[in-house]
């Protein structure tokens, strides 16, 4: 079902559209801070407008709530032009060096409007965040060009991966090995929980339905709510396992479809996210004509759209097992065995990084860091650093 034509007559009389702050709850008794942010892509409003509801149902009822909820709207001045940006890609440009530079400009003239919007959005967090908080959670909501089952997409930490287990949707890890620079790992940097949640097509009345299970069940998971105050709280968790059904519960990104414009990019019509393919199968063009898989696995965010650079990814599953393996690694600290792999070494002055030497290290040493939490970080010749997220304990 679509809801362009309503949107488009609904936003007639909401004025101003979209604004930074969309709402917040709690704050009176002590308990964790959850900070969610609908938008940051422009042309994704259905987490806005489920913030929304979420919120509006939250000051008419009243519940008990433990800690405080406060929604952010990410991108507003693209959210009001229904562009993806107007500049720049505003979830693209949190490494922490962009955002030292960044906040030396804070105050002054800024030519960039993601730049503004980082500013401002910044600012809401580091003040919500305050001097003394120390269980913070940061949910960021997004949907997809193409239709497809809701998922999250997470930082490899045990907080992280409990917190998704419990909505019952499929899990996505190793995607920072992909893409740098969004707010997700710059936050899990700072060692606060941060995941990341696609509800299904941009336009998709279902996608806003799916924000709003995911916000009020993340609620209660975190411990803010109590089910008994959640509306229709079995239903909300049905809804989210009947969506992702027969996907499996952990996936891992294999490869990412780098493009730019020039590339003349265009997905074959007719795949969905997570939709099953064989290795050499054809599934879109280019400037140099057909582009095939690498190997079988499932599609993932398959382009549909003219504004991005991710043509698609492969993902594939990680076997429950191994998840269970890697959970029980962690809580036993093998970590700190790792630097006696051959190839494998401590990364002077940082806890959580490790050398990889490329041509002695075995194929499975990667495969052994991915379990305990580390991911490629970056790579020279014979050299690889793999870095995990600093852990909340929590
Ligand atoms: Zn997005």
Redesign the pocket.
Same mark, same amino acid.
């Given at each position: 079902m679509s809801f362009q034509a309503n949107r488009e007559a609904a936003e007639q009389y909401v004025k101003p559209k979209f604004e930074r702050k969309i709402g917040r709850y709690g704050g009176r008794r002590s308990g964790p801070l959850v900070i969610f942010i609908g938008g940051? *892509?422009g042309n #994704?409003p259905a987490g806005v407008f489920a913030l929304r509801n979420v919120m509006k149902a939250l000051n008419e009822k009243n519940p008990r709530f433990e800690g405080e909820v406060i929604a952010l709207a990410g991108n507003t001045r693209a959210l009001n032009k229904g562009l993806?940006y107007l500049d720049t890609d505003l979830?693209r440009a949190w490494l922490p060096e962009q955002v030292r530079n960044l906040k030396l400009k804070a105050g002054k003239t800024v030519e960039v409007s993601e730049e503004t919007e980082q500013l401002e959005l910044l600012a809401e967090i580091e003040t919500a965040i305050g001097a003394n908080r120390q269980e913070v959670y940061i949910l960021d909501l *997004? &949907? &997809?060009s193409s239709d497809g089952a809701p998922f999250s997409i997470i930082s490899d930490t045990l907080t992280n991966r409990h917190i998704a287990q419990e909505l019952g949707v499929p899990i996505i890890l190793g995607i920072e090995e992909s893409i740098d620079g969004t707010i997700l790992n710059y936050i899990n940097d700072l060692g606060y929980a941060a995941l990341g949640f #696609?509800a299904g097509q941009h336009d998709a009345l279902t996608s806003v339905e799916n924000h709003e299970a995911i916000i009020w069940l993340s609620l209660a998971f975190i411990g803010c709510l109590s089910t008994n105050d959640i509306p229709n709280m079995a239903s909300l968790r049905k809804r989210l396992i009947k969506a992702s059904n027969g996907l499996p519960r952990f996936l891992e990104v294999r490869y990412r479809h780098a493009i730019a414009e020039s590339d003349e990019f265009a997905m074959d019509p007719g795949f969905r996210n997570f939709h099953p393919v064989k290795k050499n199968q054809a599934i879109a063009k280019d400037r140099t004509g057909e582009v095939k898989t690498n190997e079988d696995g499932f599609l993932f965010m398959p382009l549909y759209q003219k504004l991005g650079d991710d043509g698609f990814f492969l993902v594939r599953e990680v076997k429950p097992f191994w998840m269970k393996v890697s959970e029980v690694a962690r809580r036993m600290k093998f970590d700190r065995a790792l630097p006696l792999l051959p190839g494998v070494s401590r990364l002077k002055g940082a806890k959580d990084s490790l050398v990889i030497d490329t041509r002695i290290a075995h194929w499975f040493v990667l495969e052994i860091c991915h379990l305990l939490g580390f991911r490629k970080h970056y790579q020279t010749t014979g050299r690889l650093i793999v870095s995990r997220r600093k852990q909340q304990e929590l």
């Open positions: 940051i *892509h #994704e993806r979830n *997004h &949907t &997809t #696609e």
